[in-house]
């Protein structure tokens, strides 16, 4: 069955340096996301992406936050210069028909900013 | 805000037994989600009901939608040790781009 992956599995990077999540999303999927959880906390969306180009942000995806499809197949997320408050664990997804339809989600990426 | 809270927040059962949680969100919807969430996993999508529909089966689970009360409620019969984990309700509106708006969860345990 296809999956989306996600790497690093987990990343440890000190306060202000740069980090770049990976996804590769399910390869028929035209709408990706980013969705973040605090531990102990709930999924909180960060960024929709279609068609090459951000379709809506969170106030949490400040200047610091980007995205990228690189190419035809990974979807990253960079942080710039991460903070305390960035460690969370980071999860991609996709969907086939977007507009709230049924995500399809990574095992995440763990991020500890020390 | 078309946030989902779920309730309880927190849910202990034994195996055998039916789980019962609910999802209450604030504003209209398109379609409401559920998903599941190992300790340090990632989530899993268990069932997708639209505004339009009132209940909806898969395996052990049942979902009804009542867009008049703005609640859903997810049924997990004949529970097993296994289907310990946390659950999310997640709300989709068409006229985003696909955001789906998760509530705070409930964690169930299933005691063998």
């Known amino acids: 069955e296809p999956e989306v992956t996600q790497t690093p599995s987990h990343q440890v990077t000190q306060m202000g340096q740069e980090v770049i999540l990976r996804c590769v999303p399910i390869s028929n999927h035209l709408y990706f996301y980013w969705y973040r959880q605090i531990l102990g906390q709930k999924v909180e969306f960060l960024v929709s992406?279609?068609?090459?180009?951000?379709?809506?942000k969170s106030e949490i995806f400040d200047d610091q936050f980007s995205v990228e499809r690189p190419d035809g197949s990974n979807f990253t997320l960079k942080i710039r210069s991460t903070k305390l408050e960035d460690s969370a664990m980071y999860f991609c997804?996709?969907?086939?028909?977007?507009?709230?339809?049924?995500?399809?989600f990574g095992e995440g990426s763990r991020l500890t900013v020390l | 805000s078309q946030q989902g809270e779920e309730d309880p927040q927190a849910l202990s059962i034994q195996e055998g037994e039916n789980a019962t949680m609910n999802c209450s969100y604030k504003t209209s919807i398109n379609n409401l989600q559920w998903y599941r969430q190992n300790s340090g996993r990632g989530l899993v999508h268990l069932i997708l009901?639209?505004?339009?529909?009132r209940e909806k089966h898969s395996g052990r689970l049942r979902v009804t939608l009542d867009t008049s009360k703005k609640s859903s409620s997810l049924l997990i019969t004949a529970s097993r040790a296994a289907d310990t984990a946390s659950y999310f309700c997640?709300?989709?509106?068409?006229?985003?781009?696909?955001?789906?708006?998760f509530g705070d969860g409930t964690t169930l345990t299933v005691k063998p």
């Open positions: 997804a996709s969907s086939e028909e977007g507009a709230g339809g049924e995500l399809f």
């Open positions: 009901i639209r505004s339009n529909e």
């Open positions: 997640a709300t989709g509106v068409w006229t985003n781009a696909g955001k789906s708006t």
């Open positions: 992406f279609y068609n090459n180009e951000i379709s809506e």
